[in-house]
Every structure is written in C-alpha cells, then in structure tokens.
C-alpha cells in the first residue's frame, strides 16, 4: 500500500517538503502518496507582507493558489486542522473529516501573539499578515513625521533581522519624502547587548550605516509591561517611550493546534519540541516537525530559509529510510536576501550540528547592491510563480 505522507500547513515548509517529495515519487517511481492540508486556499510569502506596508504592493501578488500543488501529484484540502491524533495517526478538520497519514509533518508557523502584552493587541500597525500590512501603508502614506518607535517585546522573534531591514527601508522613504521623523527600535536587553549584534559583527556594521545615515536609535529594554494606545506610549520594565508611529513585532506564539503538552517544548512553551538530529517528536517516530514553531528548540531561527533547510533534511532522511533515495545532507549555510535601505543585501551564516543542536558559527554580507534588491523581490515571485501556471 502507497505510504501516505501528509504536511500540515501549506506556507514555507509545506511548499518545499510536498514538492520534494513529489519529485522524488516520479524520478524513482515510488509508492506514496503525498498531500498537503492548509487552513485557506492561499499558499503565501510572508517577506513580501513588508512590501505591501511600504510600497503598496497588492496582497494578490504575495500569494498563489494552494490547489495548484495538484499540477505536481500533490493532494490538497483546503480546511483548520483541529486536533492531531497522533495513536491513530490522523488530524481532526474543523469540518469533521479526518485525514490519514503514515507520517506527519507539522509545517504550521507561529503565531502572533498580541495577547500577551495588555494594549498590544490595540496599538499600532504591522505587516505579520497581509490585511494588516494594507492597513499600516495607509497609515505610512498618511503620516506626517515625529516619532517612529519600532516594538520588539521578545526574542527571538519571526524573521530575526525584520526590524532592522524595516527600519533601513522606513528611514530611506521618509528622507525621499522630505518627512522629518525619528525612528526608534527597542529591543529586548540580551545580556546589555540589542538584536541588531544578534547576526554577528559583520550584519551590525551593515546596520550601522544605515542607522548613522537615517538617525535610527536602538535602545534596550528589560522587558514590556504594557501600550497605551490612548497616550501612545510604550511602558517598559525600565522606561516609558512614547510615539506618533508605532511599529510592532508580534510576541512568537505557537499554533493552537499544537498547544498540547504532548507538542510544547517542556523549557520554552512558545515553541515546540523536535528532536534536533532529525527534526522527529521525540515519542513520535512518524512525526517531522520542521516548523517555525521548533526552529528555537533545535538551536535554529525563526525564517524560512532555516524552515527550508530543516524540511528537505527531514525529508531526504525520510526517503532514505524509507527507500534508499534522496541525498541526506550535512546542515549547509544558509543564505537569504533583504532589504538595506534603497539597496538589498546577501547575508549568509554557517551552522554547524555538535550532536545535540545546531550551532551557529557566523554570519557575513556577501554583496549589498542595488541588484539584489531585484534579486530579493525576482526570488520571491518567482517562488510562487511554480503556483501560478
Ligand atoms: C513579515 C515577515 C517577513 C519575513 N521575512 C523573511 C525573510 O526575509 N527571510 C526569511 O527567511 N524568512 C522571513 N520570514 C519568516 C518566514 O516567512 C517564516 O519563517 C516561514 O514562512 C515559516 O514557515 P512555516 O512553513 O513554518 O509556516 P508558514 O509559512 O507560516 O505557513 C504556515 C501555513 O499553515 C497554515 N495553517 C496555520 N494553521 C493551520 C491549521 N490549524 N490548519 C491548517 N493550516 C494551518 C497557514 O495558513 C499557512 O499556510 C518573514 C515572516 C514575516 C511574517
């Protein structure tokens, strides 16, 4: 009987390990069967969520559509995963079916957790969904210059240099436009250190032009007790920072289906446990969790390029076992494309595994140009152009 393989969750991870193994199917005709569930019809490219607060990009063209997975032998249901039954290996849908599988990957992101700081929810703008990111460029398009104060409560957070990148490209416009304003990060306090050092030496001195050259100011905080969204000020642990403008990251939270004992890692219950070597569950053989939700506890980040490194590892191991095909790979540096002011960047980091968990050895920019900027938005689309024929 074909081996059924089910990915829960149709963003970054979905994508890459369905199609992986579609592939592998026909080039070594094996006997599975592959299918990919996914709450709505959308596969999405989250990046491309700051492209619509900043430039007006239209949310259609952040998406594809999910059911095209089908084009390549993928099988696809559309519907929220509820529970996961993982003694009689299936997954509860809200609408009553349940989906069979031999082995599970649980792909399903983070979730933002604006709950967890009183007046977050209420406050300011973001681009961590793309109705949001709509909203927050009216409001940049609107906005008349002072203070812009850009929120990060926690570490990590999703897409660790996404406020600096933000802030780069902000500072860049705001100048274009002749707007006079100040734009303020605060960071959590990491032993006395801020997020912008969190890439190493070679990523801050990249940052650090950007923040000389727009006046951008990084301060450290110990911790977030509440927003006032009626004073517009930011009430830290150590000080009060108010704002005209604010900017919010979301607090990483996992995805309520997988807000169960049996899922959350036991030392930080915003993530969820795999096992670093393989990125299994640790009781669960059949289950790969390669999620943002487990990047944290195997010593990975919370980005998709790490999101695709750890599914095709996973993957490549479950071929091998399963039929001796597919290469299983040492972990590679991984490489991704941002913005930097009016210009884009290539930064990659060494990782290395020492038995227990991923290490991270260094990071460097590679090339800043104003072509890699095209290369950052070219990537992207045509990620998913392959759901768009
Ligand atoms: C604004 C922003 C900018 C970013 N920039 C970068 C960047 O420049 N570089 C980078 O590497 N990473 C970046 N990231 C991070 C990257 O997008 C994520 O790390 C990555 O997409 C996570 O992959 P995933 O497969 O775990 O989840 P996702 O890609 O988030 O996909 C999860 C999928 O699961 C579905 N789902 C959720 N719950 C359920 C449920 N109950 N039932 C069924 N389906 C469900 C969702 O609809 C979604 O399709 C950025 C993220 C954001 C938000």
Not at 62 to 87: C, F, H, M, S, W
């Amino acid at each position: 009987m074909a081996k059924r393989i089910v990915f829960l969750g149709g963003g970054t991870g979905g994508i890459v390990g369905s199609l992986a193994l579609a592939e592998a199917k026909k080039k070594h005709n094996l006997d599975l069967e592959v299918t990919v569930i996914n709450k709505d019809e959308w596969h999405y490219m989250p990046p491309l969520w700051m492209d619509v607060a900043l430039e007006g990009l239209p949310i259609e063209k952040t998406r594809a559509p999910i059911k095209n997975l089908e084009k390549y032998g993928v099988n696809v249901v559309i519907g929220e995963a509820t529970k996961i039954n993982p003694d009689e290996r299936n997954v509860e849908i809200a609408d009553g079916r349940k989906v069979e599988y031999d082995y599970l990957f649980v792909t399903l992101g983070l979730r933002n957790g604006w709950e967890a700081y009183p007046g977050l929810a209420e406050a300011g703008y973001h681009n961590y969904d793309p109705e949001a990111a709509q909203v927050f460029n009216k409001a940049l398009n609107t906005f008349k210059g002072g203070k812009v104060v850009i929120l990060v409560p926690e570490v990590p957070f999703r897409c660790g240099i996404y406020p600096m990148e933000f802030a780069s490209v902000l500072g860049y416009k705001l100048k274009v436009k002749g707007i006079n304003a100040k734009i303020t990060i605060l960071s959590p306090s990491m032993n006395g250190m801020d997020i912008s050092w969190g890439l190493g030496p070679d990523i801050k001195r990249l940052w650090n032009k950007y923040f000389n050259r727009f006046g951008v100011e990084i301060k450290t905080h110990e911790g977030i007790e509440r927003v006032d969204p009626e004073k517009k000020v930011v009430v830290t642990k150590n000080y009060e920072e108010p704002y005209d403008l604010l900017v919010k990251v979301p607090p990483p939270r996992p995805p309520k289906v997988l807000e169960d004992p049996m899922f959350l890692f036991e030392h930080d219950k915003r993530f969820v446990k795999a096992r670093p070597r393989d990125f299994r569950h640790p009781e669960y053989d059949d289950i790969f969790l390669t999620g943002e939700h487990s990047m944290p506890p195997t010593g990975l980040g919370t980005a998709g390029v790490f999101i695709h490194a750890a599914t095709s590892k996973a993957v490549n191991l479950l071929l091998n076992e399963l039929y001796g095909v597919g290469e299983v790979h040492e972990h590679t540096p991984v490489a991704c494309v941002a913005y930097s002011g009016d210009k884009g960047f290539m930064g990659v980091c060494e990782v290395t595994f020492d038995g227990e968990k991923y290490n991270w050895q260094k990071c460097y920019n590679v090339m800043e140009s104003f072509a890699m900027k095209l290369v950052k938005r070219a990537f992207y689309q045509g990620w998913l152009d392959r759901l768009r024929m």
